[in-house]
């Protein structure tokens, strides 16, 4: 799973986004099981960019809090759509 996304990969320190719209449900699993592993990117990513080391491990957890934050919106969204059954009597398959 990658899910940074670097603005200019010649310039690292132009920053990056987060691709959170297109993960699989197995990538969603893995980002909350996983949180210590992506903190760790996180902080690389920061570091990539030039931020001491304080400020990067900051900015790395600070990332994950709002990332995860931003995924529970998603499942939040997704979780609260109605569902409109179709009886079977009504398929279009008879």
Excluded: C
């Excluded at 893995?30 to 304080?54: C, K, P, V, W």
Aim: proline share 3%; charged share 20%.
């Amino acid at each position: 799973m990658n899910i940074i996304q670097w603005r200019n990969e010649s310039d690292l320190s132009e920053g990056f986004i987060l691709d959170m719209e297109n993960l699989s449900a197995h990538d969603l699993i893995q980002f909350y099981s996983r949180a210590n592993e992506h903190i760790s990117n996180f902080t690389d990513a920061f570091l990539m960019m030039g931020l001491d080391i304080h400020l990067a491990e900051e900015a790395a957890r600070e990332t994950y809090t709002k990332a995860r934050t931003s995924l529970n919106n998603i499942i939040d969204k997704y979780r609260d759509m109605p569902v409109n059954y179709l009886p079977a009597s009504q398929s279009p398959l008879q």
